[in-house]
């Protein structure tokens, strides 16, 4: 069991409802709020949210695991999360993610040990034209290469 929604996350909420036309146009942005508190939505906030924009959890559960920016579980200090859609697999992107396993020791949806890494392979986040790419927590990194990726890896705090 996870820990309570806090203050400020309830005060965030409070103000998003105000800006949307129904409680459940906030659905989005509400479980940004949450995920910003517990660096992932874990499930029994799921129930909250519903609660919060009065519609069944199955509906919010639905949400979380269709966007791959809602995270279901804690991953690692870099999140690694890499593109493997036609463009970016085509110039590459099955060769960088086996390059990040064997370098890991993980795998697609494995953290390492030391929760320094997650990989996660995920579905077209928009850059077909810099293929292959993946997104590091917020960021894109774009024309990805081997060495691209051990600098990233090798920088790692």
């Known amino acids: 069991?996870?820990?309570?929604?806090s203050k400020e996350s309830h005060g965030e909420i409070e103000?998003?409802?105000?800006r949307y036309p129904?409680?459940?146009a906030a659905?989005?942005?509400?479980?940004?709020v949450v995920q910003k508190q517990f660096?992932?939505?874990?499930?029994?906030?799921?129930q909250v949210v519903a609660d919060i924009i009065e519609t069944p959890v199955v509906k919010i559960r639905e949400v979380i695991a269709f966007y791959t920016m809602f995270l279901q579980k804690p991953v690692g200090k870099k999140h690694l999360q890499v593109c493997r859609t036609n463009s970016c697999w085509l110039r590459g992107a099955e060769a960088i993610i086996?390059?990040?396993e064997k370098t890991l020791d993980i795998t697609d949806?494995?953290?390492?040990?030391?929760?320094?890494?997650?990989?996660t392979e995920v579905e077209c986040l928009g850059a077909c034209e810099h293929a292959p790419m993946m997104q590091l927590n917020d960021d894109y990194i774009l024309d990805l290469t081997i060495e691209k990726v051990?600098?990233?890896l090798n920088e790692a705090d």
């Not at 069991?1 to 929604?5: D, G, H, R, T």
């Not at 103000?15 to 105000?18: A, E, F, G």
């Open 22 to 24: 129904t409680k459940r």
């Open 109 to 119: 949806g494995k953290s390492t040990e030391d929760m320094k890494f997650t990989l």
């Open 39 to 46: 660096g992932y939505i874990p499930e029994d906030q799921e």
């Open 150 to 152: 051990n600098k990233i």
């Open 1 to 5: 069991m996870s820990a309570e929604l």
């Open 15 to 18: 103000n998003l409802l105000k």
């Open 27 to 32: 659905l989005l942005p509400i479980l940004h």
């Open 98 to 100: 086996r390059h990040i």
